[in-house]
Nanobody
Framework: QVQLVESGGRLVQAGGSLRLSCAASGRTFSTYPMGWFRQAPGKEREFVASISWSGGNTDYANSVKGRFTISRDNAKNTVSLQMDSLKPEDTAVYYC?????????????????WGQGTQVTVSS
């Protein structure tokens, strides 16, 4: 069993930066890939970024590529999302997720464990 708790979301002005964190419990954290997803009001939840268990491979949605950076610290059981050059369209609830049998990082249905989400609001 893995439990995930996100933090770091807040109101920020366009062009600013935020760093989201996801704290995980469970001994298998370091062996699972991790993903960040987001859901804006009135929209479906979408993939943002993912990182392999070792941290050696990352993937990003086109909409955030070059602005967001995902990283992980397996010793501390945390995964982070550094968000720079934020835009109003980045406003959403951000979720971290993980699972044991992820073959495609963008496929939400493959993720077994989800956090409760943290709100990011970017003002123009």
């Amino acid at each position: 069993q893995v439990q995930l708790v996100e933090s770091g979301g807040r109101l920020v002005q366009a062009g600013g930066s935020l760093r989201l964190s996801c704290a995980a419990s469970g001994r298998t954290f370091s062996t699972y890939p991790m993903g960040w997803f987001r859901q804006a009001p009135g929209k479906e939840r979408e993939f943002v970024a993912s990182i392999s268990w070792s941290g050696g491979n990352t993937d990003y949605a086109n909409s955030v590529k070059g602005r967001f950076t995902i990283s992980r610290d397996n010793a501390k059981n945390t995964v982070s999302l550094q968000m720079d050059s934020l835009k109003p369209e980045d406003t959403a609830v951000y979720y971290c997720a993980t699972g044991a049998r992820i073959t495609n990082a963008g496929w939400q249905h493959e993720y077994d464990y989800w956090g409760q989400g943290t709100q990011v609001t970017v003002s123009s």
